[in-house]
């Protein structure tokens, strides 16, 4: 078990006085204040206190571990001629797949731990800053000896991307050994989210870890490369509640190919034959399709948006999609929820979008989808039965 005898006693003297001092803890436990407040930080550390006032948390949390860096981006004024120098402007941000997720989590409500890597320097004390001013709890990150990863993306004058240099020294360097009391924090957390930046000794651990605390685990890919790397780890001795890749990367999770219905679908089955309970696959413009176990395939097409910047959809839409399962939506809903966050995000020039909240969420959910495109899918003859339901737009 996760908590201490003493710190069970200590959560059954809150659940009915949230607002007991230490002092009268201890008097009520026969102990000293010193000892009670190493208890209760601790316990805090662990996901069951948040807060001030000794707040007992009874909604779901989610722990992310992965990527965390800052994000510099440049945007071409006209559009982009390779090879030589193009007139824009540039900005700087915190970034990661990881840390993105989890700022999208925390302003959606969702309690969000984030466990990845950072340097110490400028950099990381300002990723550091923004994250936590977002709301997410950085109790455990690593402070790496490498300098603070970055991602410089290139975008064109519509705000698609031309192209991306990622640093991840140190989230590659992030180990098992460096995750601290993870275990404790997945005993009261209703959600793992580990992306593919991670080694695969970390990414390893951390999903052992999910298994053992009976914690659904979601991964996301994050790119090919990564995808390729990290593909063993898929094993039907250890089930995963999600995997989330794009085409590309499921090709490269399976070694099958994937470009067209009958072969996305076939893909996604031998995920679900390596322990795989639900494979969504974010296939650009024309949507996604959420291939489950227990249910027909289900095809998503896109809502509109008007793109401002295309970077960052896709963490938006992951988190989304956690958050609505945190709430209890059932996976197709939880799809149309990412879907939305995807679309509001794009029309960002944020890679964070920095209003999203639940309201504007739900606003997004009532509105684009009574009016969202009729679309046009191919229908292989070997997939008759496909049928659209409601999309997203998806870009790593």
Known sequence: MALTDREREIVDLLRVDPL??????????????????????????????????????????????????????????????????????????????????????????????????????????????????????????????????????????????????????????????HLGPLRELLAHAGLLVVDGNLSTATASHALDLALAAGVPALFEPVSVPKAAVLAPLIAADRPLFAVTPNREELTALTGLPSGTDAELLAAAASLHERGVAHVWVRLGSRGSLLSSVDDEPAFVPALSAAVEDVTGAGDAMLAAFAHALLAGHAPRQAVEHGTAAAALTIESAHTVRPDLSPRLLAQALAERTDRRPTPAWTRDSATPHLRPRHEHQEHQ
């Open 20 to 177: 007991l001092a230490p002092a009268e803890i201890a008097d009520r436990l026969g102990t000293t204040r010193a000892a009670v407040n190493v208890h209760l930080s601790h316990l805090t550390r662990k996901g069951v206190l948040r807060g001030r006032g000794y707040i007992l948390s009874e909604e779901p949390s989610a722990v992310v571990i992965g990527g965390a860096n800052l994000d510099i981006k440049a945007r071409s004024a006209a559009p982009a001629i390779l090879a030589t120098s193009n007139p824009g402007s540039g900005s700087m941000a915190a970034g990661g797949v990881g840390r993105n997720i989890a700022e999208n989590l925390a302003r959606l409500g969702t309690p969000t731990y984030l466990v990845a890597a950072v340097g110490n320097d400028a950099m990381g004390e300002r990723l550091l800053a923004d994250t936590s001013a977002a709301g997410v709890r950085l109790d455990h990150v690593h402070r790496s000896g490498h300098p603070t990863g970055t991602y410089t993306a290139v975008l064109d004058a519509t705000g698609e991307l031309v192209l991306a240099v990622a640093d991840m020294t140190a989230t590659g360097n992030l180990m098992p050994e």
